[in-house]
């Protein structure tokens, strides 16, 4: 099978190349400034962006246990749409896949129903949220991509400790929702002015910025490779700045919404802005941006949590946490960083491909190359659209963005060198 992606705008070798890219049997085989192929079907890509395939290392597919929320098959599809080609799904799933036999069975319907590449993480403990470790050693081997309780912070140090120690142990990653549930105060918003101004309880900052102290003290003491998931503070970023700075092994990734937004843009009790953790400051969001640009933040991840309209039409106190986020992801960076000169489009393109890959070992997805396979998006960068409920593939619309105009619209999507999506 041979495709030939004639007129690309190339991400290649950090450079931006004119050129002609051709993949025969799902890898990249030649890049040149005119190729011509016989028997090959021919996509002219106009001179829109051919990037490698994005990166999100942080999902949530809701199958099985909530599929009303989103499946495997809507999850990637939107992904596709999103531009994305490899994504880490969390484990956050009914039931939560802590054992062998469920994982097992995770994996199955993973690979039966994904169009993209889907990891899948393990929990760190049982039902994520005992202190109970699950057969960490044992689920690695089964193709763990790493761990993590996402949606739940580790309580007990114990745990963590021996998690952490076991984890290193076996070269493995540990993502780690931070919050201490001791301080999150059953809140629904940052706790501050807007808490108190909407009358909502409030989710303390030391939620997140204690347990993470806690956790870089472990870390440094059993090596782990720490990841901070969707880092939402200040205080955090310079608690993550101190711990690379002192030689500890930690990432952390931002979501494009704890970017963009601060608790200053919440106007109503309208749920779509409800997600933990919470819309901060905006101090805290020029903190996240600095550490974007400085190199303390590593990685943009969506943390896409759909829920269906009546799970986020209750108000802020009733409505789900979370935000329908891989459909909108590129776009939103592309306009309000690099089409606002903020940012170099090659950085935003490591930050949600080329870093994610290299940092969680993600094989063969980390650039496109000759003899890699090929797994890539065409993005046009020229022509402004609006976000639409309707064009959400996800089953979960949820967004604070819908009726932004931005800029950034996929084209089209390649797994192996196969279309996963076409608009
Ligand atoms: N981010 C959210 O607000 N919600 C996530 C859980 C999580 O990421 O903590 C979800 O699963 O819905
Ligand atoms: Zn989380
Ligand atoms: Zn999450």
New binding site residues.
């Given amino acids: 099978m041979k495709l030939l992606i004639k007129n690309a705008k190339l991400f290649y070798d950090n450079n931006l190349i004119n050129c002609d890219v051709l993949i025969e049997d799902g890898k990249f085989t030649k890049i040149a400034s005119q190729i011509s192929a016989e028997n090959a079907e021919i996509i002219d890509a106009k001179f829109n962006l051919v990037a490698p395939g994005l990166v999100d290392v942080h999902v949530h597919f809701r199958e099985p246990g909530q599929v009303h929320k989103e499946t495997i098959a809507t999850g990637t599809k939107a992904s596709a749409h999103g531009g994305f080609t490899t994504v880490g799904a969390?484990p956050n799933v009914i039931p939560v896949p802590d054992d062998v036999t469920k994982f097992s069975q995770q994996l199955a319907l993973n690979e039966k129903s994904s169009i993209i590449n889907t990891l899948q993480y393990a929990p760190v403990t049982k039902e994520e949220t005992s202190d109970e470790l699950v057969d960490i050693e044992a689920l690695d081997k089964l193709g763990a991509f790493a761990f993590s309780n996402?949606?739940h912070g580790i309580m007990n140090a114990q745990s963590m400790y021996s998690a952490m120690e076991r984890i290193a142990a076996i070269n493995s990653h540990l993502a780690a929702?931070v919050?201490d549930k001791n301080l999150f105060n059953k809140g629904v918003i940052n706790f501050g002015n807007t808490s108190q101004r909407l009358g909502l309880p409030g989710i303390k900052q030391a939620a997140e910025t204690s347990q993470l102290a806690r956790d870089l003290v472990l870390a440094k003491e059993t090596g782990v490779h720490y990841h901070v998931?969707?880092i939402s503070t200040k205080d955090g970023v310079e608690l993550i700045r101190m711990a690379k700075d002192a030689g500890i092994n930690v990432t952390c990734e931002v979501s494009p919404h704890h970017l963009l937004l601060s608790e200053q843009d919440i106007l109503s009790d309208n749920a779509n802005f409800k997600m933990?953790?919470p819309l901060r400051t905006e101090s805290d969001r020029l903190a996240l941006v600095s550490g974007l640009s400085d190199g303390t933040i590593d990685m943009i991840a969506t943390?896409h949590a759909p829920h269906a309209i009546n799970e986020k039409n209750q108000g802020f106190v009733k409505s789900a946490f979370g935000i329908s986020g891989i459909e909108t992801s590129f776009p939103l960076m592309y306009t309000n960083f690099v089409k606002s000169s903020q940012m170099s489009l090659e950085k935003l393109l490591d930050l949600m491909s080329l870093a994610p890959a290299k940092i969680f070992g993600i094989q063969n997805t980390e650039e496109i190359k000759i003899g890699q396979k090929a797994d890539f998006t065409i993005i046009d960068l020229d022509n402004e659209f609006e976000i639409k409920t309707n064009d959400f593939l996800s089953k979960g619309a949820n967004s604070p963005f819908i009726g932004q105009e931005v800029y950034g619209q996929v084209e089209k999507t390649y797994v192996n060198g196969n279309c996963v999506f076409s608009k």
Avoid: A, I, K, W
Wanted: hydrophobic content about 10%; charged content about 30%; overall charge negative.
């Fill in positions: 969390m996402d949606g929702h919050e998931c969707h933990n953790p943390d």
